[in-house]
Every structure is written in structure tokens, then in C-alpha cells.
């Protein structure tokens, strides 16, 4: 079985402070994982994805995330944290294999306040 | 070109109905999977149909059972109800011919069950 963990289901920062967001998977198989954002009353909207390529990942909005599999960690990490950034992000998992029907393991999410 | 999208936005019912959500796929995407969104909680895999057949399913009881039309949109039913049963349902769209392929997510229907 799959699942991830993020630490800390509340982080703050100030705007124009470093934004790190932590994940830890935990799988059997090489995993794929991403990294998505839900803002209030939407859907989820995918920041990023590792899917065994390159293991440092950019994403949109200035998101990025390194894939270190020695630490069996995915953190997400922006150089400079903006107002519009607050928001819900929830790290994923999904096994590889054949299809882009895999289903996804979700963490419980952490909560980005970004302050003035 | 539309995303996924689902109806109807919002819904409550009471305690032992039946409801039915509906989604439609990304254009282009052939495989839709659901998921229910509990408050403060991560989405959980409810089921994933592809060429209308249940593929996969996570750990919910049969009164969630779904439905996938020749045009790939999909339904979820959810027979009497519990109050527990109150939450976000996410419907997600993908491609199963690309392994790598990205779940495209549509905006929910908010369920509450009174």
C-alpha cells in the first residue's frame, strides 16, 4: 500500500518569505507523486508531478519540488511566497504502471497562510 | 475547450435518500475516477470506470456504486445515506493510454445530509 504524510497541516509565512511545504511517501513500488492546490470551494488544480524524469520538478506559479528518494521525500518549495498563494496543498501518490488511470493517495493537507 | 465539469454544485438531503452526481470528462479523456473530500480531510478514492466498467474501487461500501456512458461521462450513486456520508465528491478525468498522464479535477458537488 501507498500513502504520504505532511507534516504540519498549518504553515505561515510572510510575504516574500521562502515557502516550504513537507511530504513523505511511503510505497513498495517506484512511486509517482504530485503536488496539488485547492482553493476555497474549488476543485484541485495540479501544481506539479515526479514521474520518474528529472527529480527536481518546476512547476506553475514559481512551484517546484525535488524528489529525494534516499529521504523518500517530495517537499514543495517557492523562493518567494505571495498573497495569492494562500491556500490548501495536498501531496499525492500514485503507483506506476500502465494507464493514466492510477488512482491517487492524497496526505490530509496543509494549509498556507501567507501574511503581510 | 472545457474542463471537468459536474453537477449540480450543492445539494442536501436527509438521512436515507438516494442521490445521483453527474461529471463530464475532460474532452479527449477516457477514464473518470471519483473521489469524496471529507472537511479538513485529503480526498479519498471512491472508484475509477473505464470503458464503463468499474476498474478500481477504494474502501466504501456498495451503497456507492457508479455508472460510465458511451460518451465517458459518469454518475455516482449513493443509496441511503448517512450523515457521515456529508462531504465534497470530486470527480477526476484522465487518459488511460498515457501512463504519465496527469488527473484533470472538476470543481465538486457539495453534498449535506441532514
Known amino acids: 500500500a501507498q500513502s504520504v504524510t505532511q507534516l504540519g497541516s498549518h504553515v505561515s509565512v510572510s510575504e516574500g518569505a521562502l515557502v516550504l511545504l513537507r511530504c513523505n511517501y511511503s510505497?513498495?513500488?517506484?512511486?509517482?507523486l504530485f503536488w496539488y492546490v485547492q482553493y476555497p470551494n474549488q476543485g484541485l488544480q495540479l501544481l506539479l508531478k515526479?514521474?520518474?524524469?528529472?527529480?527536481l520538478v518546476k512547476g506553475i506559479n514559481g512551484f517546484e519540488a525535488e524528489f529525494k528518494k534516499s529521504e523518500t521525500s517530495f517537499h514543495l518549495t517557492k523562493p518567494s511566497a505571495h498573497m495569492s498563494d494562500a491556500a490548501e496543498y495536498f501531496c499525492?501518490?500514485?503507483?506506476?504502471?500502465?494507464?493514466?488511470?492510477?488512482?491517487?493517495?492524497f496526505g490530509t493537507g496543509t494549509q498556507l497562510k501567507v501574511e503581510l | 475547450d472545457a474542463g471537468v465539469t459536474q453537477s449540480p454544485t450543492h445539494l442536501i438531503k436527509t438521512r436515507g435518500q438516494q442521490v445521483t452526481l453527474r461529471c463530464s470528462p475532460k474532452?479527449?479523456?477516457?477514464?473518470v475516477s471519483w473521489y469524496q473530500q471529507a472537511l479538513g480531510q485529503g480526498p479519498q478514492f471512491i472508484f475509477q470506470?473505464?470503458?464503463?466498467?468499474?476498474?478500481q474501487r477504494g474502501n466504501f461500501p456498495d451503497r456507492f456504486s457508479g455508472h460510465q456512458f458511451p460518451n465517458y461521462s459518469s454518475e455516482l450513486n449513493v443509496n441511503a445515506l448517512l450523515l457521515g456520508d456529508s462531504a465534497l465528491y470530486l470527480c477526476?478525468?484522465?487518459?488511460?493510454?498515457?501512463?504519465?498522464?496527469?488527473?484533470?479535477f472538476g470543481p465538486g458537488t457539495r453534498l449535506t445530509v441532514l
Open positions: 515526479y514521474t520518474s524524469a528529472a527529480t
Open positions: 477526476a478525468s484522465t487518459r488511460d493510454r498515457i501512463s504519465t498522464d496527469t488527473q484533470y
Open positions: 474532452s479527449g479523456h477516457d477514464t
Open positions: 499525492a501518490v500514485s503507483p506506476q504502471g500502465a494507464g493514466g488511470g492510477n488512482k491517487l493517495t
Open positions: 470506470y473505464y470503458e464503463e466498467e468499474e476498474r
Open positions: 510505497s513498495s513500488v517506484p512511486p509517482y
